[in-house]
Every structure is written in structure tokens, then in C-alpha cells.
């Protein structure tokens, strides 16, 4: 008697395996987790070999291996998630490194600066490579900075990207050494200063930003406690408090606008700009400095402006000024603008509450 051994008690071999497998995870790749689950638990190893969870220090990566990276930023507009519509502004912000300043008395500062960097996005482009931002700007920081090298840095990541508008947006501290007003002392003044340049429809504009912090006595306190002290021999002190005006121009001509020349405009038109090194005979300067210059918002906001429409390196700009009252538990605050570039029909609404500069 002749006795055959069933087919299905053969061993399979290696190439029957391979093969079968590829048909499974053929199956698996148009079936979900739950459905391979269900087949048998043991099939999910099979579907999902297990991966190594060593890290491959001595791998490297050559130009053929790049070539099959997945890109999604640079996929065809079928995905595109969302509306299909132009995007003004897609790139980074606060990302920081070291940046060399030049300074009016001709010296160089390197101060960490925090960068916003943006490019338009066409309708029909899914995205942008954001790291590209980066690399540009990297390219461009051991060089002394200016409005020129950042048009450099904007050029570049402008023709890299493939958009027809850009901007960058630099913020940092500047320091500036100040004379005390009565004792000879000086100590660091620090302001909060931001470079941006905006490349929109093929024209360019340079801006300059500046907080500036000041003390502002009322001028209507002041009056009240003096009409005390007169009328009734009563001592009473005019409330007053710390103030903050933040000042964006628009940068026009061929000669420098130095961040030092700015701040000598602010300091012009509010002299009671907040100190630094303080003895007694310096705050008594103070007192007497304030009682000479008392001013509601209203005041500091043209103030500014005076000293602003008198120079002719400024075009647009816009002041925006907040008293932050020692008398209410609210603020007192003003916006005043000139020109169309900083005109506009809405203000954000936290725009006030970024005006707080503690120490």
C-alpha cells in the first residue's frame, strides 16, 4: 500500500513563505489594525516585522537615500487641508541666536536677537520648508547687522522659498549707558527694540520699533495737591506711574537712522524717562523733573509725534502710549498714527497689555 503524505503537512519553503507573506501584507496594507487583529494576534508581527530600537550612530545619509525622503510641505495642492486660499504670513518666530550690532559711537554690540521670519503662500502651494528661513539667516549672522544684510537674508530665503512677499522681524535689548541726573553716577538703560524689513509686491519698506518707558505725573493731581497745600496748608502728592510708549516709524532716505537717535526723540519729547543709578539727590532731580512735566496721554502721544514729524529720515509711524495708573485699576492710553502704514480699523485686542515692562 502506497501512503502519501498530505500537501499541507509539507514544509512549506523559504520561497513559498516570502511569498505568502507578501500576499499577507498586501491584504494588511488595505485592512485596518483591527481586521489584522482579528485574523490572529500573531499575524500583527508578521504584517509589522519588529524595528530597532538601537540608534544607528554609524549610519549616514547620501544623496541617493535624500532622494526618497518624504516631503509633504512641497506635496500637490490635493493636499492642501482647509480653505484653498492665499496665506499672507507662514514662517517662524522667536527663534534666536547672536547677532553683531553697530552702534552710533561706531562700536559693535552682539546681542541675542529673537527673529520672526514670513513669506506669502500661493493658493495652490501646500506649504513651505520653515527650516530653509533658518538656514539663510544662519548664512548671514557672523556679518555686522544692518537693514542691508537683512535684505540679504530676505533675498534669500525669498528665492528659496518661491514667494512673491516676505518679511523679517528682529527683537532684542539694547543696551545704552545713562548718566544718573544729579550724582554723576551711570548705570545700563536696557530698551526693547525691533528691525523689520517688509518686501511686499516688489517694494520694500525698512521699520524701526521702540518701547519707551517713562514716568508721567498728572498733570490735574499735581494741580489738585497744590491747591491742597495753597488753600487748606494740607500736604497731598500728585499721582504718578509708570508709562510706556511704543514707537514704530518707518525709516525713509539714505542717511542712518541709529536705535540711539530714536531713543534721543523719545527722550526729547518725555524727559521723564525711568532711571537707573539713584542717590538722594537724584531722586529729588526726579521729583523736580516730573513736577516740571506733567502730562496726561494725550500729551505724551503728540509729544512724540512733534519730535517724530520733525525728522526727516521717519515717514509713517504710530505711537502707542499707556499710563498705567497708580490712581484706577485701569489704564490711560492713546494711538495716534500718521500715514497710511500704520492706519488701521482694529487694534488687537492684547495690543495695551504687551506695553508692561517690569523689572
Known sequence: MNIQTPVADRKPSREEAEAALAVLRRWAGRSSDAEIATLDPAATALVYPELSRAYPKQFRVDAAYKDTLPDLQNGPASLIVGANRLIQHVGISNF??????????????????????????????????????????????????????????????KRDLDSFDARIQMRFSFPVRVQSLRSGLSGWQYYDIALELVDKGGVRKKFLHLDYVYSSTCPCSLELSEHARRERGQLATPHSQRSVARISVEVVGKTC???????????????????????????????????????????????????????????????????????????????????????????????????????
Open 96 to 157: 534666536r541666536l547672536p547677532i553683531r550690532y553697530h552702534t552710533r559711537d561706531n562700536g559693535d554690540l552682539m546681542l541675542e536677537t529673537s527673529v520672526t521670519g514670513t513669506v506669502s503662500l500661493e493658493a495652490e502651494k501646500k506649504g513651505i520648508n520653515m527650516s530653509r528661513i533658518m538656514r539663510s539667516f544662519y548664512a548671514h549672522a557672523e556679518r555686522c547687522f544692518s537693514f542691508e544684510v537683512i535684505e540679504h537674508a530676505l533675498e534669500d530665503y
Open 257 to 359: 537712522l541709529w536705535f540711539e537717535d530714536l531713543i534721543d526723540l523719545a527722550r526729547a519729547a518725555v524727559p521723564t524717562e525711568t532711571q537707573v543709578m539713584v542717590k538722594r539727590e537724584d531722586e529729588q532731580a526726579f521729583a523736580e523733573l516730573n513736577a516740571a512735566n506733567p502730562i496726561f496721554v494725550e500729551d505724551a502721544a503728540r509729544s512724540f509725534a512733534a519730535q517724530l514729524l520733525a525728522e526727516p529720515r521717519i515717514g509713517d509711524f504710530r505711537v502707542v502710549a499707556s499710563h498705567q495708573e497708580s490712581l484706577h485699576s485701569h489704564d490711560a492710553v492713546s494711538v495716534l498714527t500718521e500715514g497710511p502704514t500704520f492706519a488701521a480699523e482694529s487694534l488687537d485686542p492684547r495690543l495695551f497689555g504687551t506695553l508692561f515692562h517690569v523689572g
